[in-house]
């Protein structure tokens, strides 16, 4: 559904689909245990080769440039079995939309050219956070034409594995804040360990201090917020599709498990109240695949009003897979609590998810701004 | 103006005064030192809550993260120091005998800091209500006075309860269902007693529990009628642990496989069997559904308090976090839309509240608590020296006949309609007050943006802990038709349950 008719569209669905069945699905409980065990480097060099990191960036930029819709449909396929890596892709998507957004092609074209590994071409961001909301913004001062940053950026998601970030930062002449590219490698970034969260377990978060470090800044001093709010609306899709896909899986389960379980005498599938539990499992599902596809043909098309559609579609998308990955593991009773089922990780990825580019209330406050305005 | 018969025949249509008054009914007949008492218990629970559970609920559950088999002995050892094993068990049995509606309470102060921890205390109480509902004094008495020897000596003793099977969960725990399901651990009657074989799952504090409850049945092809509960002791031979299970949340309490291959139960061992209760008033199948409804007519209404744990302990923590974050340039608790979401989730914590205090209310006028809130016996609990019980009342509960006593009391004491309230009640309670708890669980991570999905704010424990409460004690679904059962399908002869 989320392809639509577009041929390379389905090829691409057909691919991601098969991906993540094979490569995500078998290893999803034991890759969920990080940082308790290794990182699932195998799949996500994998996935960069099959170049689900470069589909939105433009060919111009080393990349594949087939739009959000393209992404949409790794990311549904890919978050219906593990979510994790979902959130590394559309972490690096939405630091190259960063990049983009702000007129800073050259300085992305730098850190992609050259890049011989996923780790170099990933492109950390503290994505949870729009600059609007609260203040997670280092301090930038200028010295010798160049700047410096100081202080600490919490929550930096992919922090620790990849080459480089983009990060909020104040300067002395602006009122809002500025976004910086800086190499992680560079003298005075100190990261932290992992840092413990409710989901997206291998798709890790850190705070990163940073004593000094040189970085680049992106577009103009003081239009940070300007540019994640044009990111956000692109990118609100795309976490849209992630919730899509939990809830998808989350779907998919439930019926495998309520067909072969018995109780009372019968299927479960065959006592009424399961039954209505997934038809509006179904509904939402449906719905919510129906949402992502349009939206995202809407974006690539530059529909008028692409990015008020996108982001209502993406709040109640979000708000939707909460619930029905509740039901998810309703449905499979105790089973569906333990590790061994995919549900009880989809219901913590769906909440995390919920979270993606800023506060839910804020996120339907600015969508209320925008239409007075 | 109005006649008393036309009183009496206003007040039984529904809803019947009696099943929207339990609080107001039951006020009058409390015994005053239960408040007295109720504030004490709080307060212990707060002073627990500073001193133990707080400091340590990231660690320990960040330590079952990394180490999925590590048991909380040292967590249980506290609580044993602090004395909460006994807290509830009647003095005549060698407890403290403090009121069972403080229970509740005690274990929303819990669980408003962490979930596992209140688990860890309460499960222990799921078991002993079980034993209790045996009516089997000679039993109830040996056991819980093991947990009260257990205190004094540091080396504590708790009681589980092992109800569900692989094959059968919502079975195990509704009679109407229980004929049609797949039950699967069998208790052979032998010479002397019952030889145990199956694997029960998803046992609450089974590893760290000395007695289990362990319910069977002696014929699999009509359980409803041959049902037995049999209390085996770790260490029993023919009994071993399985595999602990690894949940989303309460990582702190254990859930545990338990295994009987030929374990041999001494007749001295059997709580319950259908032997043993054929002189009462109701069949065999219909004692044991109104067990069934004594044991989760107080632990339903107690994983109520669970819930409201849950809906509090977010509440709390998105309100610390409004009052010290700035959003959008000003503090986060002066955006109006703050201050409703904040409000509406306290409403959330009072509603679960009164459901749970309504379900006890119920339990002390109509169920498990009625004997003991009566005055005189409150006050006989109360006023007589543990050592009295000890020495004089111990020897005598060994006899059958107060068993027998017990279970007349207990069992054929208690109407139908007495049994629908206070079952109704219960389910009520979990289904609202766990659904409050997840639903505040969610507000708070609404609340807290990227805060909030960090383990350090709390806030995402309590969501994955809080989500088992709308599964176990029977899944919200299967209260919701208990609901029905006990509540509406009276109003509609028409009506037919668990038969579509």
Known sequence: MIAGTDRELKMLDKASAEFARKELAPERQENDRYPDAPLFEKTIKKAYDLEYFHIILPEALNGVGQGVAALCVILYNICREDSSLGGLIFTNAAAQELHIAAGAEEILKAVTEPADSVYNFLIAAPVFNNPRDMDNAADAAMQDGRYLLSGRVEYTVAGNIARHAVVPAKTEDAAGCSFFLLDLSSEGVTVSAPIPSLGLHACPAVDITLDRVPCSLLGQVGEGPQYFGKMAGRMSAAAAAMSAGIMKGSLTEALEYSRGRFQGGKRIVDWSEIRMMLAEMAVKVKTAECMVSRISQGIDQQETGWQEYAEAAAIDIQRSACGLTTDGIQVLGGVGYMKDFGQEKRFRDAKHIQALLGMVPTKKLRLIEGMFR | MISRKEVKAYSAMPPVFEDITCGLASAPKLPKPMVKETRRVIALARKFNKEVVRPYALELDSKLQASPDYIPWDFVEQANEWGLYTGWIPKIFGGKGWNMPSLAYFIEEIASECLAMANLVGVHYLGVSTLTSTGNVRLINQICRQVAAGEKT????????????????????????????????????????????????????????????????????????????????????????????????????????????????????????????????????????????????????????????AARGAYNEAKKFAAETEVGGKRLINHEWAQCMLAEMLKNVMTARLTYVEANSANGLYGAFRDLQRKPMFYYYRLMPAKFFDKMVSPMLEKAFMTKTFRRVQLDGQTDEEIHRTSGWASLSKVAATDLGIRNCHMALELMGQHGLRRSYRVEKMLRDAKLLQIYEGTNQLNRLNIFKCMIAGDCPQAVIFDE
């Open chain 2, 154 to 309: 540091h080396t504590p003793c708790l009681v589980s309860l092992a109800t569900t099977e692989p094959g059968a969960g919502t079975d195990a725990e509704e009679i109407d269902l229980m004929d049609k399901g797949t039950m699967t651990c069998t208790a052979e009657r032998v010479p002397g007693g019952y030889k145990l074989n199956g694997t029960k799952v998803f046992i609450s504090n089974g590893h760290l529990s000395t007695w289990h409850m362990v319910i069977a049945y002696s014929d699999t092809s009509k359980p409803s009628e041959n049902t037995v509960v049999l209390a085996v002791k770790t260490g029993d031979k023919g009994f071993s642990f399985g595999r602990k299970e690894q949940k989303m949340g309460q990582k702190g309490c254990p859930a545990s496989e338990l295994i009987f291959k030929d374990c041999f139960v001494p007749d001295e061992y059997v709580c319950f069997s259908p032997e043993q209760i054929r002189s009462l008033k109701r069949t065999v199948r219909e004692t044991g559904m109104q067990m069934i409804d004594y044991v989760v007519s107080t632990t339903r209404a107690g994983v109520g308090a669970f819930g409201t744990g």
